[in-house]
């Protein structure tokens, strides 16, 4: 299948920072990533949509001045969790879907495990 | 989207096969139906999907009754790395995947 890669991997904040989390197809052209993010021992919610050169769609509830989206290329999709607190910390994962795989598979990443002190 | 039922654990023997389940009565005519599965503290990956027929792959095979309101996932020969959560999920083409609970699968020495 396709390869979807996420850095950093893990990362460790101070509450206020801003954390920048990047998101890459690597072997193919995403022209859709999508962010979810997961707490301890609950499913995955969906954050946002992006398509390549436009507007994040973000699901209801999300903040989109919080956590700013870019996809400015076919291969790379950024996260931005901007004044970071405690409370946004989670298991952080983008999937990317591209038309030359068909009928809309996603692949994911292996995720970013985001810790606010 | 569909919404889709499934149990909440199950336990398989190793080299036996994983039979799960996933109820999805009120799916669409032109609505698929995912499986992915997640091992702890990775990213979900992707195992198979199908419309109306049955499918086939490397790593499982996918049995849509005809009706399409239930389908079955099956793990032909069970292994310890087969222990994960599993999702069914029903989506329409191009659009996002809705995840609920899944299926926690342990695979048994």
């Known amino acids: 299948g396709a390869v979807v890669s996420q850095h950093p991997s893990w990362v460790i904040c101070k509450s206020g920072t801003s954390v920048k989390i990047e998101c890459r197809s690597l072997d193919f052209q995403a022209t859709t990533m999508f962010w979810y993010r997961q707490f301890p021992k609950q499913s995955l919610m969906l954050m946002a949509t992006?398509?390549?050169?436009?507007?994040?769609?973000?699901e209801q509830g999300v903040e989109k001045d919080k956590f700013l989206i870019n996809h400015a290329s076919l291969t790379l999709s950024t996260l931005t969790v901007t004044s970071a607190h405690p409370e946004d910390s989670s298991f952080y994962i983008c999937?990317?879907?591209?038309?030359?795989?068909?009928?809309?598979?996603?692949?994911f990443g292996p995720g970013t495990r985001l810790t606010v002190l | 989207d569909a919404k889709t039922t499934q149990p909440t654990s199950m336990d398989c023997a190793e080299g036996r096969a994983a039979n799960l389940p996933c109820n999805h009565s009120?799916?669409?005519?032109?609505?698929?139906v995912y499986w992915y599965r997640q091992i702890h503290s990775q990213g979900p990956q992707y195992i198979i999907h199908?419309?109306?027929n049955n499918e086939t792959n490397e790593m499982a095979s996918l049995i849509i009754t005809e009706d399409r309101k239930s389908s079955t996932l099956i793990l032909p020969h069970a292994t310890l790395r087969d222990t994960a959560v599993y999702y069914c999920i029903v989506s329409r083409r191009n659009e996002k995947l809705t995840f609920g609970t899944g299926t926690r699968l342990t695979i048994i020495p």
């Open positions: 199908g419309l109306k």
């Open positions: 992006s398509n390549e050169g436009s507007k994040a769609t973000y």
């Open positions: 009120t799916i669409s005519g032109n609505e698929y």
């Open positions: 999937s990317a879907s591209g038309l030359a795989l068909g009928d809309n598979e996603q692949f």
